[in-house]
């Protein structure tokens, strides 16, 4: 199989670490192997870059790559904000329009704003810049909880790290899961965590709901208590819903069903109690809310294509 043809598109005072992070796993992680990518960093700028932290980074490569890539990758963007070129816009628009992927990882998702790619689609960002960008971008459904988000052959990622997960859920969808692991276990990552992970988000003084049928404070409980049992008739009573308007409220939301979602969270719990405690795995099964081990054993590598004691030794620290 031919390798993914990925333009990177590098530019003045971007993140040292942004740009890194395409580069780590579309390319320098494929130790050994055939890779599946080939990947090239473009710059319209000039042939010498100076990144945010100072020093300088060669570029031999223009934005005419973006006309051949199967995958556009904007690793990041300055956080003033500039202007896209009207050359970038352009080449993102005609790449999306025959059909090449296109990823805007952290502000990276502002220059697809910009471009209009992103009207009447949701689409996450680092959330310090939430409020800017729904002030800005009113035709985009921004959304700062998710940790990357994947619609119409466009993604979207927030922060940092969140561009790690997005770069592996990249090659998860076109490579296959056993790949993915591969590499995440050689950067000492983990190898999956779902887009609907939320970001973490500062909220020193909490506002408390006006109701107790609140969507948000109901959700909030339920993640403050994975132990419990839950069904979806009686999650919607107690927000107040039909069975059918939560269902349709959360999905829009939370991007995926409750029921995937309170499975994403229990299996995040248990991934932190794996790598952070002694407890055994059938402990870690009933304070992670699966109520039997076989169960958790079941969707722990269904999800991670590693048992849960694999997990605990190939990422516990100490």
Not at 109 to 129: E, I, N, P, Q
Not at 180 to 209: E, H
Not at 234 to 259: D, L
Request: a neutral charge.
């Amino acid at each position: 199989m031919q390798p993914y043809k990925i333009a990177l598109v590098a530019l003045n005072d971007i993140s040292a670490f942004h740009l890194s992070v395409p580069c780590l796993v579309f390319q320098d992680v494929f130790l050994g192997q055939q890779a599946a990518f080939e990947l090239t960093i473009c710059s319209e700028e000039s042939e010498q870059i100076t990144l945010s932290s100072g020093f300088q980074a060669s570029v031999n490569a223009g934005l005419d790559n973006l006309e051949l890539a199967d995958i556009i990758v904007i690793p990041g963007w300055p956080n003033h904000l500039p202007e896209p070129s009207h050359t970038l816009i352009s080449k993102l628009k005609a790449a999306h329009k025959r059909g090449a992927m296109v990823v805007g990882l952290c502000l990276g998702a502002y220059v697809l704003a910009k471009s209009g790619l992103l009207d009447g689609r949701r689409a996450t960002t680092h959330w310090g810049y939430q409020k800017e960008f729904i002030e800005r971008f009113p035709n985009v459904i921004i959304d700062c909880d998710p940790l990357f988000i994947e619609q119409d052959n466009i993604i979207t990622s927030a922060g940092t790290a969140a561009s790690l997960d997005c770069c592996l859920h990249i090659v998860r969808t076109l490579c296959g899961s056993e790949v993915a692991t591969q590499l995440a276990r050689i950067m000492v990552a983990a190898p999956f965590r779902s887009g609907g992970q939320q970001q973490y988000i500062p909220n020193p003084i909490a506002k408390q709901p006006d109701k107790v049928t609140s969507f948000g404070h109901v959700i909030s409980d339920v993640e403050r208590n994975l132990t419990q049992s839950y069904d979806l008739d009686g999650i919607a009573e107690r927000c107040a819903m039909s069975r059918r308007t939560f269902t349709r409220q959360f999905k829009a939301a939370y991007g995926c069903t409750f029921g995937e979602w309170l499975l994403n969270r229990r299996l995040a719990l248990s991934q932190q109690l794996l790598e952070s405690t002694d407890y055994g795995i059938a402990t870690v099964a009933e304070l992670s809310g699966f109520g039997s081990e076989s169960v958790f054993r079941k969707h722990f590598s269904r999800s991670f294509n590693a048992s849960p004691s694999q997990w605990r030794v190939t990422f516990k620290g100490g």
